[in-house]
């Protein structure tokens, strides 16, 4: 079966709009025939949970790589206009760095805490794109929310994951003398023994303001997504999603992060998501460019 292009073109002001805002909610741009595929893949992967599933069986399930084991969220990122529109908003080339899955089952909605994305990963640059799409309505008491223009801070704060030394001060200060041994913290196995709290809560990242009792002091965006929509924001702004709102339906949605040839690698402490399995190979070495291991991130767009 033909599946469908993208249904329109992005506009100018769309495109102004990502730059300066940090993110921009594309309304009607792919088929709802995808948004069957998503469906299904989204299932898929929730039936099947590995290493990387966080959550199971609770209100708020996260898998990392979900496409890597369900052929229907492969199709997506393959085939679907995605990565065009992705590599649209930048106007460069872009390349997949991973993708995740946030599955809400239908009931009282978990919230998604507040964060950034980048500080979670071993990457660096201004070029990388959320792309977040959901199979289901959701409206804004649950869909993403963003400060507006975060991604223009230059501030890198803390992931609110990992390893507390107040918690547990003895398995903090044995991660700290295998990372002042230079060793791999996150390494190839977190593949399938993942856990985000192994990693370091790192003390030397700043916190994130508590925007949930400050909301008045920031300049947050949400909108309503209907299943069509594609939202993009920057891998910098600082987001989250509204939870404790009871929906009849599951909440079900796919992020995959793009990278334009800007993004490079760069070795953090505070690293919770381990690097793509096929890039340990290579060894990379901080400031490479993605595009140095096109064997691991192959060009998914060129304008
Ligand atoms: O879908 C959600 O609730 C959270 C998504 C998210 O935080 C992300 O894509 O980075």
């Known amino acids: 079966m033909t599946m469908s292009e993208m249904l329109r ?34 299932e898929y992967a929730n039936d099947h949970p ?4 966080v959550g199971v069986s609770e209100p708020l399930r996260i898998d990392q790589w979900p496409a890597s084991h369900s052929p229907k969220l492969k199709k ?10 992705v590599g649209k908003i930048i ?10 899955m946030f599955y809400k ?8 805490a507040w964060h950034q994305d980048t500080c979670y990963y071993n990457i660096d640059g201004h070029q990388l794109v959320r792309a977040w799409i959901c199979a289901d309505h959701a409206p804004r008491s649950v869909s993403m929310e963003v400060v507006r223009g975060s991604h223009l801070w230059n501030a890198t704060y803390r992931p ?16 700290e003398k295998d990372f002042a041994a230079g060793k ?8 399938d023994h993942f856990t985000y709290f192994e990693s370091f809560l790192d003390p030397g990242l700043p916190e994130l303001p508590d925007i949930d009792s400050l909301r008045g002091s920031f300049d947050i965006m949400n909108w309503d997504y209907e299943p069509g929509d594609v939202l993009l924001f920057h891998g910098n702004i600082i987001h989250s999603a509204r939870g404790g709102v009871e929906l009849e339906h599951p909440r079900r949605s796919h992020a995959s992060l793009w990278a334009g040839p800007d993004v490079s690698y760069l070795h953090r402490r505070s690293q919770a ?6 890039l340990y190979d290579f060894e990379p070495k901080d400031g490479q460019p993605l595009a140095d291991f096109p064997e691991v991130f192959p060009l998914s767009w060129v304008p």
């Open 9 to 42: 073109e992005i506009t100018p002001e769309e495109i102004e709009n990502f730059h300066r805002d940090g993110a921009v909610l594309l309304k009607n741009i792919m088929g709802t025939d995808w948004t069957e595929v998503l469906a299904e893949g989204l």
């Open 273 to 278: 998501i381990p690097d793509p399995l096929p």
């Open 160 to 175: 609110p994951v990992g390893m507390d030394p107040k918690e547990n001060p003895e398995g903090a200060q044995a991660l």
């Open 91 to 100: 106007n460069a080339p872009v390349r997949f760095y991973m993708d995740q």
């Open 105 to 112: 089952p239908a009931g009282l909605m978990a919230p998604s």
């Open 184 to 191: 791999v913290l996150v390494g190839k196995e977190a593949h």
């Open 50 to 53: 590995d290493g990387t599933s």
């Open 76 to 85: 997506i990122l393959d085939e679907s206009p995605v990565a065009e529109i």
